[in-house]
């Protein structure tokens, strides 16, 4: 949700919102119904994204941390419930900034849940020159 507020901004920095999840086209069309995400969502049920990135998946690493109880307490501070969980409730995910041609500008790997990277990061990885 924090992406998906600050989609604009993103797209103002030349970037295109796009999230990717592990559960099925049904879960991809309920995510966007429930939240009003207006940007596509994409589904990798197979989880091969994921793992090309090298994208952390297991209990420890989902919740098996601090830093995991910290971002539930905060999540929940800021009005979140945890629902039904759909997919891979294991799989940790991330954020990447894809340029045109592919090649990746940034890529923040996740390392519990709830653990996101600061929009500034992001923006800056879009506003930066390409090498």
């Known amino acids: 949700m924090q992406l998906h507020r ?5 797209r103002e ?8 999840g ?9 995510f966007r119904e429930e939240f009003a995400i207006g940007v596509p969502v994409l589904v ?3 989880r091969r994204a994921y793992e090309a990135f090298g994208m952390k998946r297991g209990v420890a690493a989902a919740v098996g941390s601090l830093r995991a109880v910290a971002n ?20 940790l995910g ?8 592919g090649a990746v500008a940034y890529r923040y790997l996740s390392t519990a849940a709830g653990d996101h990277p600061p929009v500034r ?4 990885a879009l506003e930066a020159p390409s090498s």
């Not at 920095?13 to 990717?20: C, E, M, N, P, S």
């Open 13 to 20: 920095a030349g970037g295109r919102l796009v999230f990717v």
């Open 22 to 30: 592990n559960g099925s086209r049904s879960f991809a069309r309920a």
């Open 72 to 91: 539930a307490a905060r999540a929940v501070r800021a009005g979140f419930r945890q629902g039904a969980v759909q997919g891979d409730a294991w799989q």
């Open 44 to 46: 990798d049920v197979e």
């Open 121 to 124: 990061e992001i923006v800056a």
């Open 94 to 101: 991330g954020v990447l900034v894809v340029r045109p041609g």
């Open 6 to 10: 600050e989609e604009p901004r993103l």
